[in-house]
């Protein structure tokens, strides 16, 4: 008899694991006013949030800007955020206690994120998280970052798991979208969306306190479809901001 292969759930990290979406805008906001630049940072993250943060400032300057210069401007707005989130580095309620239980039911554990590994580092080693990872994919890891699938499809060919048995949790609409152009469902995590700005996950939840592993497999039976990528949300990355 063939063996069923598992489940893998691939978490995103910012605002997933941890829910420094205002820290992460205050840094923007900073290094904008430093620029003199007007753009309001959390209607920008509110739209291209999940991508790399070259891509992010890429898409806030009306004229282009060597790709040296920003990833200085990147390398600023991480140090600023890096000093605002400090002393706030903490877990999403109920993250260890799902994590646990999601492992102890046979799910294989992924975390796929535009991050670079020194800012992996600074937040799961600090919350002493990377034990419950199979696997880590971040930036320096890929070619192409979010909405670009693959963050996901190399995350899942690490896990050795077939995209559509793969469950991305996101709490960003490019990030949905990246699930989605993997072939994998989503559950959305609204530390800083509505629940109805996502596309179709399977379930919004607003942490993991009340989220089991028994819940997502009954999802999974109960929508065996997978979505198909929006071309309108995942374009918003072009949108005049």
């Not at 696997?135 to 192409?144: A, M, S």
């Not at 709490?171 to 700005?197: F, P, S």
Request: charged letters at 25%; aromatic letters at 8%.
């Amino acid at each position: 008899m063939p063996t069923i292969q598992p489940y893998a759930l691939i978490f995103d990290m910012d605002g997933v694991l941890i829910d420094n979406t205002p820290e992460q805008a205050k840094a923007f906001q900073l290094l904008f006013r430093d620029l003199g630049l007007t753009t309001n940072a959390r209607k920008l993250l509110r739209r291209l949030n999940g991508m790399p943060a070259t891509n992010i400032l890429k898409a806030v300057f009306t004229n282009p800007v060597p790709e040296k210069q920003l990833k200085e401007y990147a390398a600023q707005r991480e140090f600023l955020y890096r000093v605002l989130y400090w002393n706030k580095r903490r877990e999403v309620a109920g993250l260890t206690r799902f994590l646990q239980a999601a492992r102890a039911a046979g799910f294989k554990i992924g975390l796929g994120t535009g991050s670079a590994t020194d800012t992996i580092e600074y937040i799961i080693d600090h919350l002493d998280l990377r034990r419950y990872f199979d696997v880590i994919v971040g930036k320096d890891d890929v070619d192409k970052g979010k909405p670009h699938g693959e963050t996901y499809t190399v995350t899942a060919r690490q896990l050795g798991v077939l995209p559509e048995r793969c469950v991305v949790l996101e709490d960003a609409i490019l990030g949905e979208q990246a699930a989605y152009r993997a072939g994998m469902h989503c559950i959305g995590v609204t530390t800083n969306l509505k629940a109805t700005d996502f596309q179709a996950p399977l379930l919004t939840i607003p942490d993991f306190a009340q989220l089991t592993p028994q819940r997502i497999l009954e999802l999974l039976d109960q929508n065996p479809k997978l979505p198909k990528p929006s071309l309108e949300l995942a374009k918003r990355q072009y949108a005049q901001l």
